[in-house]
Structure formats: C-alpha cells, structure tokens
C-alpha cells in the first residue's frame, strides 16, 4: 500500500516490487494526484494499480456518479 499522496514515493516501491499490484488510497477527499498516481505506479504491463477513492465516492451527492467519473479520468489518462 502507497498513498496517493506521495508519488514519488510510489514510483520508487513500483521499481522495488516489479509487476506485484498495489493498494493506492487517497485519490479524491485527500487530494491524491490521480496521473501523477497512475504515471508512477503502473507495472511493466501498463496494470497493477488498486486505486482507492472511498470517501470521495462514499460522500458524495450521487455515489454512482462519483464513481462513473473516477473510472472515466482513469481511461482518459490510460489513453
């Protein structure tokens, strides 16, 4: 597990731990930077991320459309 809010952090532990997944909290209320998050964490198979969003979802107006554009920014980084 790496917080989100320590990218560089991240990118070291991806290059420590190879292709294995990692937990990422803190994207949404504690203002982890998602692309920073995804640039430096994927694996050498462009995966291995688990990232988590639980109180930006959780708490907001409509969850389902919180989720909807998470999910949305995720592609659009991706891509």
Do not use: C, F, W
Request: hydrophobic share 35%; net charge positive.
């Amino acid at each position: 597990m790496v917080g989100a809010t320590y990218p560089e952090e991240l990118k070291k532990v991806r290059e420590i731990i190879g292709d294995m997944p990692i937990l990422v909290p803190g994207i949404g209320a504690q203002g982890g930077d998602l692309e920073a998050t995804i640039k430096n964490g994927l694996n050498s198979q462009k995966q291995g991320l688990i990232i988590s969003s639980s109180r930006g979802i959780i708490y907001s107006e409509n969850p389902r459309q919180a989720a909807e554009k998470l999910h949305k920014k995720i592609n659009e980084i991706l891509a």
